[in-house]
């Protein structure tokens, strides 16, 4: 037994120095391997099942809640007074989107229509949809501000008309109608005698118009970039990054996360902020920058978007039919997890020569109404994304490790044991060849 010794020692040292070896190859391989899939599962594929159904129809639940601004003077404000205002809401919506006419390109892309249905939460809600709130006349006061410098003869007809339809500088109907829509003569009429005038074809409401937008994206859920006819410069025309719902791989803190806001017609983009975690996941926050909405004077890239009024007010005017509109950015996170974002709509209004409805109003940015969309993964898509990249990868990367020590250990043993066994195997052998006495004297010095 004692020759079988260090054989048996050099089989240990053996299978030490490759468990070393398998462990050192994993620190090198598995990133590369982990890396890869990870690349292969972000593509848009209907290969990739679990990304490509995520991203054809959105298994998040999305909510948008409306408040809106119901404007509690409204004689007073044709006088020339401030408006006051108080705040309704929030009236919650659950929003389903679902991709369809997909279809892959030669060059890298896949061009879809995205619908969007709104389903009404009267558990979420403050309210009903048909609760009646008061609101600026987007027709009669936007209208009136985009005619300013006509003729004053086509003025005196535009008002005319307004009386004609019984348009007043204000709304007051349901929040169901304001929100999606409610027959109009005036719409009807300007569609037939001058089409294209207004941004809508049927019912006219604040969102009228949002459930159905067209993209092309590259599969690797990159946009693909072509000019905006809306801003005055190409860099602002730009269409940049995702529609932002998903974005590539391997970002880091120094990367940004550029998206298209159709809300907004341009191109955004977030910063990171700090470091997260959300259900164990680690994740980076990304929030928008203080420039995002700062006028071309505070921040000089932002020129292409004029003609700016103070900061914190994106005029959207030259994609809303030069209906004097403005977005405020009120606060914008985006994480593929966690996703919020706030905007608010105002309208621009003052009094107008020959157009009798806009009375003495002072020159103001009314609020109108402000909404937050927010989403975040849950339940078994959530487990997917936590075993896939936060415990597989732990174990394997636990298991390199474990691998090298485990190795290095048993080859330092071995190696004792082999070193004591060939020290001690000659004096074993000599012993074959002594007296009995002899031998249980070498015995008692080994027990010893």
């Not at 659950?94 to 030669?106: A, S, V």
């Not at 006509?150 to 004609?164: E, G, I, Q």
């Not at 693909?224 to 970002?251: C, D, E, K, V």
Request: hydrophobic share 40%; charged share 15%; with cysteine.
């Amino acid at each position: 037994m004692a020759i079988k010794r260090p054989k048996v020692a050099i089989g240990f040292i053996v299978a030490g120095v490759l468990m070393v070896l398998f462990g050192t190859i994993m620190c090198f391989v598995v990133p590369l391997v982990i890396d890869d899939q990870i690349v292969k599962h972000t593509v848009i594929d209907p290969k990739n099942d679990l990304t490509y159904t995520m991203w054809k129809d959105i298994p998040v639940p999305f909510f948008m809640s409306v408040y809106f601004f119901n404007v509690l003077n409204p004689a007073e404000i044709l006088k020339g007074e401030k408006p006051m205002v108080e705040q309704r809401g929030p009236y919650v919506y659950r929003k389903q989107c679902q991709k369809e006419n997909i279809t892959f390109h030669p060059n890298g892309t896949v061009s879809y229509r995205e619908y969007r249905q709104y389903h009404f939460e009267p558990s979420m809600s403050a309210g009903n949809e048909s609760d009646v709130v008061t609101i600026p006349n987007m027709l009669v006061l936007g209208a009136s501000v985009m005619m300013e410098n006509l003729p004053y003869v086509l003025r005196l007809m535009m008002s005319a008309t307004f009386k004609t339809f019984k348009e007043g500088p204000f709304l007051t109907k349901p929040v169901g109608e304001l929100m999606w829509g409610y027959d109009s003569g005036l719409v009807d009429f300007l569609n037939k005698y001058l089409p294209g005038m207004i941004p809508t074809s049927g019912k006219f409401g604040l969102f009228s118009e949002v459930s159905i937008r067209n993209f092309k994206e590259q599969i690797f859920q990159q946009l693909q970039h072509w000019p905006l006819p809306y801003w005055r410069t190409a860099q602002s025309n730009m269409i940049n990054g995702t529609a932002g719902q998903m974005w590539p791989p391997f970002m880091t803190k120094e990367s940004t996360l550029p998206f298209y806001s159709p809300d907004a017609c341009r191109s955004m983009e977030l910063v990171y902020q700090r470091p997260g975690e959300m259900y164990g996941i680690p994740l980076y926050r990304y929030v928008a920058p203080k420039t995002l909405f700062a006028n071309g004077t505070d921040y000089a890239p932002n020129e292409g978007f004029c003609p700016c009024r103070q900061s914190g007010l994106l005029n959207v005017s030259s994609c809303r039919h030069n209906l004097y509109i403005f977005v405020v950015y009120l606060q914008q996170t985006g994480v593929p997890l966690n996703v919020s974002i706030r905007l608010q709509l105002n309208l621009y209004m003052k009094k107008v020569s020959g157009i009798t409805e806009t009375g003495k109003i002072s020159d103001v940015v009314m609020p109108m109404i402000w909404f937050e969309e927010n989403g975040y993964i849950d339940g078994p898509i959530v487990n997917t994304f936590r075993t896939n990249l936060v415990v597989l990868p732990t174990l394997l990367e636990y298991l390199q490790y474990i691998l090298i020590g485990l190795g290095l250990a048993t080859i330092i043993v071995a190696a004792v044991v082999y070193h004591k066994v060939k020290v001690k195997l000659p004096h074993r052998i000599q012993a074959s060849m002594l007296s009995s006495e002899e031998k249980d004297s070498l015995l008692q010095d080994d027990m010893n």
